[in-house]
Structure formats: structure tokens, C-alpha cells
T-cell receptor
Framework: SQQGEEDPQALSIQEGENATMNCSYKTSINNLQWYRQNSGRGLVHLILIRSNEREKHSGRLRVTLDTSKKSSSLLITASRAADTASYFCATVEFYGNNRLAFGKGNQVVVIP | DTEVTQTPKHLVMGMTNKKSLKCEQHMGHRAMYWYKQKAKKPPELMFVYSYEKLSINESVPSRFSPECPNSSLLNLHLHALQPEDSALYLC?????????????FGPGTRLTVT
């Protein structure tokens, strides 16, 4: 099954800066979701963007989706130390088996 | 209550042991999932239950045996595991099966096979 591929793999920023991470995928999708995982813990759903949506906001999060380029980006504005985590994108194929396919993940470290 | 609970938090077992992982949710979700996650890797889907019936088995070895006693509970029975099975085992649930629903994850069970 396809998987999203995030880029870059690791990001280290100062508190207050913005963090941007990207995700690319290979096939037509129904939707794309972003999850956060704090070290060694479960995943927390952040946002779901459907294939007919281009941008979505949730608090300090902004997600874009470009289906022509098969890519998505997650922007975290005004980062906080608590945003230190791994961030995964997960895609649901349009003609697939309706399961989440997780990408490799981005490790984000926010330095206080 | 939007919580998925998993017990135990940590488990160390020998290769000849039999143990079980438990997962519980009280959100009325009808789909429940088991994922396996190795360090610095994304979660890998193992099993999906929908309306208490196994709907997806991702070709998981038979030493992992899932069970869904009721709509709130999901178990994963472990027997004769290998050291390479050491990982974080995550349970998740969603309102319905499929990727159109947000999945709620438990904190995971850290399994070490010696």
C-alpha cells in the first residue's frame, strides 16, 4: 500500500518559530490525516483534510493539500516546547482498502 | 470519555510465555485496531475489528491472536514470541471502520521479548 513520505525527517527550532513539514504520496487519496506522537506514547489525531479541500486550520496548525502535486504540508505556528514530538501523515487511498497508511514521520524538537 | 486505555504499560516475556494485551474504549466506537510500532518507525497495522468481527488481518504470524469479546474490549494474545516482536503495541478505535474516521489511540504497551 502507498505511504506518505514526510520531508524533512528531523527539525530543530527555537520556541516561538514556525515549523513546517511536508508529506508526499503516490496515488489518489480520499483524505490525508496528520497525527502527533510524543516519545513512546500513543498517537494523537491533529487534523483531517479531504481530497476536495485545499487548506484547513486548527488552532496553531495549518494544513495544506495539493492533489495535483500529491503533497501536503503541516505548519505549526509559534511553536512551544510542548510541540516536541514526532509528526506522521497518513493517507487513505481513494480506491484502496480504506486503511491508514502512515508515512515515516518527522521528529520535531522545539528548544525553549 | 475520549480515552482508549491499554494494559499493561510494560511487559517483559520469555519466548515460551503466554501473555495478553488488553485495550478498552467507552466511546461507542465500532472499529478497533492493533498496530505494531518499532522505534523511530511509523505504526504498522496488524488487525482491524469492525462490529466485533475481524475484518482485516495483515498477514500477522499466528503467534499473535486477536480477540474482541465485546464492542468495548480488544485483546491481543501472545504466544511463543520472538525477540524481533519487541515493540510498542498500540490499540486504536474509531467510530466506524475506514480511513474517513479519526482514530483514537491508546498509550501503548511496550513489549520486550527475551
Amino acid at each position: 500500500s502507498q505511504q506518505g513520505e514526510e520531508d524533512p525527517q528531523a527539525l530543530s527550532i527555537q520556541e516561538g518559530e514556525n515549523a513546517t513539514m511536508n508529506c508526499s504520496y503516490k496515488t489518489s487519496i480520499n483524505n490525508l490525516q496528520w497525527y502527533r506522537q510524543n516519545s513512546g506514547r500513543g498517537l494523537v489525531h491533529l487534523i483531517l483534510i479531504r481530497s476536495n479541500e485545499r487548506e484547513k486550520h486548527s488552532g496553531r496548525l495549518r494544513v495544506t493539500l495539493d492533489t495535483s502535486k500529491k503533497s501536503s504540508s503541516l505548519l505549526i505556528t509559534a511553536s512551544r516546547a510542548a510541540d516536541t514530538a514526532s509528526y506522521f501523515c497518513a493517507t487513505v487511498e481513494f480506491y484502496g482498502n480504506n486503511r491508514l497508511a502512515f508515512g515515516k514521520g518527522n521528529q520535531v524538537v522545539v528548544i525553549p | 470519555d475520549t480515552e482508549v486505555t491499554q494494559t499493561p504499560k510494560h511487559l517483559v516475556m520469555g519466548m515460551t510465555n503466554k501473555k495478553s494485551l488488553k485495550c478498552e474504549q467507552h466511546m461507542g466506537h465500532r472499529a478497533m485496531y492493533w498496530y505494531k510500532q518499532k522505534a523511530k518507525k511509523p505504526p504498522e497495522l496488524m488487525f482491524v475489528y469492525s462490529y466485533e468481527k475481524l475484518s482485516i488481518n495483515e498477514s500477522v504470524p499466528s503467534r499473535f491472536s486477536p480477540e474482541c469479546p465485546n464492542s468495548s474490549l480488544l485483546n491481543l494474545h501472545l504466544h511463543a514470541l520472538q525477540p524481533e516482536d519487541s515493540a510498542l503495541y498500540l490499540c486504536a478505535s474509531s467510530q466506524g471502520q475506514g480511513g474517513t474516521y479519526e482514530q483514537y489511540f491508546g498509550p501503548g504497551t511496550r513489549l520486550t521479548v527475551t
